[in-house]
């Protein structure tokens, strides 16, 4: 996708000098998620087929395995793991560009977000069904903003997301399952509602992650182990994934999955995938909207949720249609933008024309923004941390939405 040109980015600009924009992108043209195909909400039900679990289907199809292990990785996208092979030798022979590899990108879902799509790994599900439908969503029984990565203000998790996650069903079904990953998710609510069922075995140095994988993995004829590393995503997020920092955290995770690979017991498959990709946004006020700044952008706005490249927009009652037209012609030809309704038809939250169960659909904006090219909508004031991120994720485009998924048999 080729980026479109830096707009002027000043604050307090005027919408009746237009007539020198580009025209607003078409949501019609975005990009969007392969739900019920190759979609990161397809990964493990294709594997609990496999693993002969009852009333699981996936749209997916992979080769059945007595046991399965997932490794998502934080933040390893797609194009960021082509465009750097020598950082990665090992999880580059996975690729299907190598005579040995077999991988394939798949989609994440919208927003391309952590939250979301450990929801989505988790439960199988869209984030039309299982509710986690951005960073910062409206919470509708209180009116304010609910942080579903750190779970801030607290809310039952249950309650906000009561679908079995595969390993239940998995467990039930006669299936050892596990989570091994650091001790401090072990408790959290993100963890009860994405990946609920079967041992939590927590380990803080990342090489004995993969140790603990593998011992769980031959634990029983018949296991499915998920296991997690943050790092690369938080690396990315200070310094960019055009940063030797990030390159170098890319050859520590690419050492990790080749441990773990080579401890593979008999009848067994690992799968590398990831959350998210992330693109890096310039700091130059071109490439930033600075909501906080923008009178025109607060305009008729009672909360803004999501993050930069994904936002949520609610508006005041009545301003909907205004808040629309106006972030239309703001962002023009730097993000797609479209109405609540035209997200959830086009496919954005879950398959095409599914609808959105009744308790989510007010959790998504009145006017749901994806950010293209190198752009995004920062807080200054109000989101200062996130604001002064370098690497960014969330929205459609394919350096986001794609993420590898690679697979070594034993």
């Known amino acids: 996708m080729t980026p479109p040109p830096p707009h002027s980015g000043q604050a307090g600009h005027s919408s009746t000098a237009a007539s020198h924009e580009p025209p607003p992108l078409d949501p019609r043209g975005a990009p969007a998620p392969r739900y019920g195909s190759a979609s990161l909400a397809d990964v493990l039900p294709a594997a609990a087929v496999g693993l002969g679990v009852p009333g699981v289907v996936s749209g997916l199809a992979l080769p059945p395995a007595d046991r399965v292990c997932l490794f998502l990785v934080d933040g390893l996208g797609w194009e960021v793991?082509?465009?750097?092979?020598?950082?990665?030798?090992?999880?580059?022979?996975l690729l299907p560009s190598s005579c040995a590899g077999?991988?394939?990108?798949?989609?994440?879902?919208?927003?391309a977000t952590t939250a979301t799509s450990l929801a989505s790994v988790g439960t199988g599900l869209a984030p039309a069904a299982h509710g986690l439908a951005g960073y910062t969503v409206l919470d509708p029984a209180t009116g304010e903003l609910m942080n579903q990565l750190r779970w801030e203000p607290?809310?039952?998790?249950?309650?906000?997301q009561p679908h079995p996650t595969v390993f239940e069903r998995a467990g039930a079904a006669g299936v050892a399952t596990a989570t091994v990953s650091a001790p401090h998710f072990e408790n959290t609510p993100l963890t009860q509602v994405a990946l609920s069922g079967g041992a939590f075995v927590g380990r803080l140095d990342a090489g004995e992650r993969m140790d603990a994988a593998a011992r769980q993995l031959a634990?029983?004829?018949?296991?499915?182990?998920y296991t997690y590393y943050a790092e690369l995503d938080s690396t990315g997020h200070r310094?960019?994934?055009?940063?030797?920092?990030?390159?170098?955290?890319?050859?520590?995770?690419?050492?990790?999955?080749?441990?773990?690979?080579?401890?593979l017991p008999s009848r067994s498959v690992l799968y590398v995938t990831a959350d998210h990709g992330m693109v890096d946004v310039p700091s130059s006020s071109a490439f930033r909207f600075d909501f906080d700044e923008d009178w025109e952008l607060r305009a008729g706005v009672a909360r803004l949720g999501?993050?930069?490249?994904?936002?949520?927009?609610?508006?005041?009652?009545?301003?909907?249609?205004?808040?629309?037209?106006?972030?239309?012609?703001?962002?023009?030809?730097?993000?797609?933008?479209?109405t609540r309704e035209e997200a959830v038809e086009l496919?954005?939250?879950?398959?095409?024309?599914?609808?959105?169960?009744?308790?989510?659909?007010d959790r998504i904006g009145d006017v749901v923004v994806a950010m293209a090219g190198s752009s995004g909508v920062v807080a200054t004031t109000t989101e200062p941390r996130e604001s002064a991120l370098v690497g960014m994720h969330g929205s459609v485009t394919p350096a986001e939405q794609l993420v590898p998924l690679l697979e070594v048999r034993s």
């Open 81 to 93: 793991l082509r465009a750097h092979p020598e950082a990665a030798p090992f999880l580059t022979s």
């Open 102 to 111: 077999s991988g394939q990108p798949i989609t994440v879902g919208f927003p």
């Open 154 to 160: 607290w809310t039952e998790p249950r309650g906000w």
């Open 219 to 225: 634990a029983a004829d018949r296991t499915l182990v």
């Open 239 to 263: 310094f960019g994934v055009d940063s030797e920092a990030w390159r170098a955290e890319l050859r520590y995770v690419d050492g990790l999955v080749q441990r773990l690979a080579e401890q």
């Open 306 to 338: 999501g993050e930069a490249r994904a936002r949520h927009v609610y508006a005041v009652p009545g301003a909907a249609a205004d808040v629309y037209a106006v972030w239309r012609e703001v962002l023009a030809d730097h993000a797609w933008v479209a």
């Open 347 to 361: 496919g954005w939250f879950g398959p095409p024309g599914g609808g959105v169960e009744a308790r989510v659909r």
